[in-house]
T-cell receptor
Framework: GENVEQHPSTLSVQEGDSAVIKCTYS??????FPWYKQELGKRPQLIID?????GEKKDQRIAVTLNKTAKHFSLHITETQPEDSAVYFC?????????????FGQGTTLQVKP | GAGVSQSPSNKVTEKGKDVELRCDPI?????LYWYRQSLGQGLEFLIY????????KSGLPSDRFSAERTGGSVSTLTIQRTQQEDSAVYLC??????????????FGEGSRLTVL
């Protein structure tokens, strides 16, 4: 089945700097790659996603890139702010089993220092 | 309902007891997921229901875990003979408004299970 690896597990940046989180997946048939943000004590929420027919997608300060050949995708946050501090999860679905089952990475704890 | 509802929000039980966790998905959502999140850990897939298809149970960690979804709506996750390692937050999520699975999961607040 699908396996998603996420790095780094923790990331600390200064306010205003950029943050990059990387994920790799194992199932080459996977075609949907969302990113979720989980603030402390709250439920995960979708922040951005990308499908396999595009290589990059941007929404204000966040962007996601996808390299299908290398089977990896990344989340980029620019001009980080303290409210960006949270745990971020990548995920993949639509693999060989052809279901909507989402497999998540292990998560990255991002700390933005004011 | 307006969102995914889970109950109980907190459950403390003794080792060896059975527990049932309930999830009410967003009305009309065809897909329902259960995930487990241990303290400081990631989202571990447990089981996935989609419409009338057979559920994907590939993430259930042992035969002590089972889940059902009645009438395509409410789901119950049952853990029999609980062990201390079962302590975690159990998250339910739904997707598939208007019959289309979009991939955007809407999570409930979770049920925090503590096994003493």
């Amino acid at each position: 089945g699908e396996n998603v690896e996420q790095h780094p597990s923790t990331l600390s940046v200064q306010e205003g700097d950029s943050a990059v989180i990387k994920c790799t997946y194992s199932d080459s048939a996977s075609n949907y790659f969302p990113w979720y943000k989980q603030e402390l004590g709250k439920r995960p929420q979708l922040i951005i996603d990308i499908r396999s027919n595009v290589g990059e997608k941007k929404d204000q300060r966040i962007a996601v890139t996808l390299n299908k050949t290398a089977k990896h995708f990344s989340l980029h946050i620019t001009e980080t702010q303290p409210e960006d501090s949270a745990v971020y999860f990548c995920a993949a679905s639509g693999g060989s089993s052809n279901t909507g089952k989402l497999i998540f990475g292990q998560g990255t704890t991002l700390q933005v220092k004011p | 309902g307006a969102g995914v509802s889970q109950s109980p929000s907190n459950k403390v039980t003794e080792k060896g007891k059975d527990v049932e966790l309930r999830c009410d998905p967003i009305s009309g959502h065809t897909a329902l997921y259960w995930y487990r999140q241990s303290l400081g850990q990631g989202l571990e897939f447990l089981i996935y229901f989609q419409g009338n298809s057979a559920p994907d149970k590939s993430g259930l960690p042992s035969d002590r875990f089972s889940a059902e979804r009645t009438g395509g709506s409410v789901s119950t996750l049952t853990i029999q003979r609980t062990q201390q390692e079962d302590s975690a937050v159990y998250l339910c999520a739904s997707d598939g408004g208007r019959g289309e699975v979009t991939g955007e999961l809407f999570f409930g607040e979770g049920s925090r299970l503590t096994v003493l």
